[in-house]
């Protein structure tokens, strides 16, 4: 059976220890969502890219499950608001989006424990690159380039080979940005 690791990973050491321990592929979310090559706002991508390590929440989704995503102004207020909302939690029957969204939602099916926001909505206003109202979901692990957008050759040259792009490691902070193991 191919064990596929994912979440977190974002250095050679990592892909080269997993590799190792017998995995068969490696899953690699958020440093894809920031190259040049991916079709994301460029917004999106500066909110993943900047986000400090205090910017990133989890919370429960609104399918129930935990989730993690950059703490937007929308996101800050939504979860003060939240045991307020768990409170109220009550089936709508006015949801325009249930025909093509989530099977079971927190807000539409009036289930307290789960989230209480509407995620089609949230989700829409990230991909147009409202900073303010969107849901930005990201992996907590810093990223390889910092807050640099870079074409996906770079990234797999370093995660594949350790290759530090040459301006990188003339800048000489290369390192700043990577984990320790
Ligand atoms: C573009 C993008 C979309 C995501 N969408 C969701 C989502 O819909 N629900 C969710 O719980 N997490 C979502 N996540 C978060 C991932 O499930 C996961 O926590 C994270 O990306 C960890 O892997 P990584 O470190 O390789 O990015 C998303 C992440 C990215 C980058």
Known sequence: ??????????????VHELFALGASAVQIGTPFAVTEESDAHANFKRVL??????????????AGLPA?????????????????????ANARTDCTLAFDCLEQCGLRDGIERFGQ??????????????????????????????????PVK???????????PVDLQQAGNFLDHTPAL
């Open 117 to 150: 926001f509407c995620i089609d909505h949230h989700l829409a206003a990230a991909l147009a690159g409202d900073i303010e109202r969107g849901l930005f979901f990201r992996g907590a692990a810093p990223l390889p380039f910092g807050k640099q957008i870079r």
């Open 49 to 62: 890219a900047e986000a400090k390590p205090e910017d990133i929440v989890t919370f429960m989704s609104v």
């Open 154 to 164: 770079d990234l797999i040259a370093y995660l594949l080979h350790g290759t530090v």
């Open 1 to 14: 059976m191919p064990l596929i690791p994912a979440g977190g990973i974002a250095t050679p050491e990592q």
């Open 68 to 88: 993690r995503a950059v703490k937007t102004p929308w996101l800050e207020k939504y979860l003060i608001k939240l045991p307020v909302l768990q409170k109220r």
